[in-house]
């Protein structure tokens, strides 16, 4: 798969985009403006831009935690990620959900998600079984952690999918840790992708910090998924940059591993990537990043002058009446 | 056409098929065993594979990929086998079900139906009445028919509502009752109880099969010189307060029946309402009559002492009408 | 010695472990990292991790594997990281917890531990209080401490229980009280409702953070002439049935109040209990002040406004006071 | 492993005598004596009474509803077994729960089962947890069905008795059915055995008509987890031979696959290798036939003569005491 040199530099700003936003929120949590938690996707660009990328307009994804970029690449504005962690009533949950949490929008194909994990799994595969009753050509993917490979609504999702061959993709974010817990504390095994084998569907090991591998690999299971052959669980290797949330400082992850993670980073990779390919000069570079900054700052003017809900919004609309 | 509770229900699914392609099935055993009561028997020949999807065992799947196909625009109407299995989805049904328009805006109209409730012998863990923790998982409706009319009726509804529907089947009624329903659409909408028998003595409150005994013992406590109205809640989700208020204002004493077992369970949240909108009304105290707080055992002699029937509701109600 | 109720919950901990060496502990992130809110931090370290037991995340395993051990002579303490992804192990709760001995005699001494409430800014899924769902569940103890003293006595108590207990500590609570507790072993045993504050007026029934805000509101109404008394339930099931009857025919008016939403909550079986055993009584209707039937809400003034508090009590008793 | 003659024998003599209870509880059933629901083992005897063997004395065992063999094994009697089917007093359940559900005794190592499938994979994780902790040479055995692993708790428990190395044996009896559902509309994969591989743990397949073979792979099984190396996924392929219940006729199952595998039944098997090996001789296969039929009749009247509880009794042993 070749892409066009106009996707790549769109790809590659949006790596930055989502680089830029999250370090904005870290900078709005440390000033004491983000109440509660506060996740963060750095190290996490590729495979939530790369993934998102892989899409079709008329595709739905179905976002976690540290996918941020999916969200960006899929349209959600930084505006509205910004206002959705303020609080304020111009987020897409009006300030009733936190950070990423609920951060949905049918009108851009993405499902939102709730805070127990991988519930967004059934939830993808739900939207995928839509397109497979109505025998419509689309795919659904959703992303899951590590972590929550070990749930049963994991298991029962990745069973369900390969029996009705349900045109959807599965993408576990395998960043090393769950919360504080590494890989070898939650899985006896190397690789989770070969559970696939258990499902009877392909499973495929990707450098989640390669940006056009994994567009590739996705790319390649979403059309798999088209072609009504099936779903392709997708294992991204990748490592969680900061901490579980902003208040953990990860004391439990070797000093030793992140440094050598660093050296792998899928923004400079990507980034040398295309220098090298003569599709990115400094000018050019410099154009990008200030029009990312530029985006950041309105962004941050934008949620940080928006309304608080009124307390009596509370109230309104636990039940739809259309 | 005389119909049974289960045939009613069946009417209900084949006719919002019809009616309306977004609708289909998906549950364990439903498409060509039929349901494990056979509540869906014909169905797979009717409208094929994709409109009704046997599915493995896996309550967490099939409840949280109704939601995310409902997200899609269809309407499903997921069967879990047997209301006590609903444990096993607890986590898709109030927290993704419950949760998402009120969170994100996305509306979830999905029903799932589950056959409840228990005078059949069939044990702990094919019995229970779990509607109670649904009342109380801010987003659901709940519904509780106790007639063939109302279970066609209100499942329409069901299908038709754009929220997620907990549509409690009552297995005891399954077919044990029958009645002339029409033949031409209807619907029964949420909401609003049914006052199943006028009284000026006392109310009897209740839903699901517990409507059927009300009514028996409001037969005995007429003979007795007692005239109790008999209310049928219908739905608990969204409950019908002004009919149940007016009823406990007119009567002033309330006997609240169910099921299920007694500590937090629905009658509380009856018995709650009451004390607080109707108390200048009440000439004694609310009282329920509920299965004890144990698990639904399986022996006959157990299960009957421990299910409400009739004679125990007749018994308080004497003892509230004396008081 | 002054200790915040967080280390009151770590010090039952580590004494029971002392005490007993069947006591163990297993749960997400409880080991290495001490546990999401750090209660269990150091226990790996002096127990060992046989006794401290880091699991992947899978609250069906994390719940049934305790089951199974105790069933075999163990003590096991479970923690379900939040109180709200109870809903994930809910079947293995209510289904085999709760009905074991009842079914067959196999006695489940076990601990399910979980932080609950909100105020803190921490949305619709770390905010939940799912009591009431577990009061409906035969065989379940719940207990829902408000105070470090009985934090720590409730859980020594609990882990001493020869049945399923389930544990939920208010994180609003943890670092935010503080008080002098007894260096020597104490338990506060089970179905002991506190008297925290004697009064005349009306009674105001609480449990968890709401003991503080009632307290609050108590001290704003006794400024207003209203002189409440105040009741801390301490546990749910076993319920001190006496305390709070005794409590309502004496003051003859009655607000209770609890974080989770009100549809059948826990102060609707509250509100059950007094109308029906307490109804000669009452001079006024039975009142509750609960957070509305929503999840909870993220947002500052979302949450301000959803939250119960010791202004919405005191309102609410002003009202009841002068009826 | 050769087995002593003697354990042949007996093994036969459990393999018959679950199927003259069996064959009796089908009989009370359509007699109208058994309310509600009534499961059969009938063609699960070898796996049941073949994993049973496998154990030693101070090992725990969790049946399911096929595996009556097991029970009877462990010493739960014929009298308790159709007191439970009748409800009475004298059932180990006391009447509150009925068929095999909640048939447990901790005295025997034997654990009840509830009917959502599979809670005894996490419970017998647990029973394993505790000799783990207590670092005791016992194991712990559950049996599951091809239904059941699709659930969530299959996958949950596997996975953490694998990362913990728990002394756990997991048998799924694979039967082509649950209930009305055919294997091929369950799973995508021939062998559940190829799931141990996704929890890197062994797994095998053995033919669950051959009572030795059974006893042969578990018994393997429990040494292996005895000696600390942790747990194995076996999957014993046999058939159900009878309708999910007693009410079900089980016409969706074609008769050319129950003829199949009525030639393999497992009785008749070993019976034949047993007398093959001139162990069985027509005298002995009289004796035990007899022995086993009076302790049926025995056991029947036993059950009819025990009382119902008395309905106050629900009220009972909600919470233990002690
Ligand atoms: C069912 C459930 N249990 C526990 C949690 C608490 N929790 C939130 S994130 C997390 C770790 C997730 O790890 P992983 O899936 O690897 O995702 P990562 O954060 O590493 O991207 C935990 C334990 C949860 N959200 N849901
Ligand atoms: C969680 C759960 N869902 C549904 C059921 C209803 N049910 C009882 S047995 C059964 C089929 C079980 O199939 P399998 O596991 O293959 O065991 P088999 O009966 O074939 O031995 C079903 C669906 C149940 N008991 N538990
Ligand atoms: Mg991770
Ligand atoms: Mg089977």
Redesign the interface.
Known sequence: MTLPNEDLLQIYEYMLLTRAVDDRIDLLFKQGKIEGVSFSSLGHEAIAVGAAWALGPDDVVAPLHRDLGAYLVRGITPRQVLAQFLGRRTALSRGRDGNTHGMGDLNLGILGYVSPLPDQLPLTLGAAMAFWVRQEPRVALAFFGDGSSSEGAAHETLNLASVLKAPAVFICENNQFAYSTPTKKQFAIENLADRAAGYGIPGVVVDGNDVLAVYDVVHKAVERARRGEGPTLIEAKTMRMRGHAAHDDAFYVPQELLAAWREKDPIRRFEAALRQQGLLSDELAEEIASRVAAAVDDATTFAEKSPFPEGREALEGVFCDV | MEVTYLEAIHQALEEEMHRDERV?L?G??IG??GG?FKVTQGLLETFGP??V??????????????????????R?VAEIQ?A??M??A???I???A??????????V?IVIRAPSGGG???????SQNPE??F??A??L?VVVPATAYDAKGLLKSAIRD??PVIFLENKYLYRRIKEDIPTDDYVVPFGQAAVRRKGSDLSLLAYGAMVHEALAAAEVLEQEGIDAEVLDLRTL?P?DEETVLASARKTGKVVITHE??R??????????L????A??Y?D?????VTA????V??????????RPDAAKIAEAARRLAAY
Request: proline share 11%.
């Open positions: 289909f998906l364990e055993d060509v065993y494990a994709r409109r999807i046997d599915t493995p065992m896996c309550e967490i799947a099939i409840v949280g990929s109704a939601i995310g196909s409902a997200m899609m625009g269809m499903p047997f006590d299995f444990a096993c607890f986590d898709q109030v927290n993704v419950g949760t998402s328009f009120y969170r994100w805006r996305a509306a109209p059949v012998r069939a044990g702990p863990f094919h109670a923790w009342c109380h801010p987003g409706r754009p929220n989700v409950l299920a077992s500590t937090a369970g629905f009658g509380a949240e009856l018995a709650a009451i004390a607080e909108r108390f200048d009440l004694g105290p609310v009282l329920r004890p707080d144990t698990p055992p399986y022996s006959p002699p157990l299960e009957d002492f421990f």
